[in-house]
Nanobody, 121 residues
Framework: QVQLVESGGGLVQAGESLSVSCVASGRFNSINSMGWYRQCPGKQRELVATVTSGGITNYADSVKGRFTISRDNAKNTVVLRMNRLEVEDTAVYFC???????????????WGQGTQVTVSS
């Protein structure tokens, strides 16, 4: 399986910056896409940003220009740098990885436990 361990998160004021990090471990051969989703109480989980192993990024419109995703393929880590945070960014942030396990040919989707980001006004 694939284990995703998140770190970072916390409480900040609007306008401040914060980073969340995630490291993947386990019995996998490769990871295609890694990234972050977020979920607010009573709402569906939504895309924040993803990055492929080749460095192609995808951002939600609401975070473009404020958030930056980066990835270290050798270390199986992904970092989301969040600038100019807004109260609306408050959510649980989940790390995501699309990985192929050893001795298999198909990719599966894996999730971390989530880390809380709270932005106060």
């Amino acid at each position: 399986q694939v284990q995703l361990v998140e770190s970072g998160g916390g409480l900040v004021q609007a306008g401040e910056s914060l980073s969340v990090s995630c490291v993947a471990s386990g019995r996998f051969n490769s990871i295609n896409s890694m990234g972050w989703y977020r979920q607010c109480p009573g709402k569906q989980r939504e895309l924040v940003a993803t990055v492929t192993s080749g460095g192609i990024t995808n951002y939600a419109d609401s975070v473009k220009g404020r958030f930056t995703i980066s990835r270290d393929n050798a270390k199986n880590t992904v970092v989301l740098r969040m600038n100019r945070l807004e109260v609306e960014d408050t959510a649980v942030y989940f790390c995501y990885a699309e990985a192929r396990l050893r001795y298999t040919s198909a990719y599966g989707n894996y999730w971390g436990q989530g880390t809380q980001v709270t932005v106060s006004s």
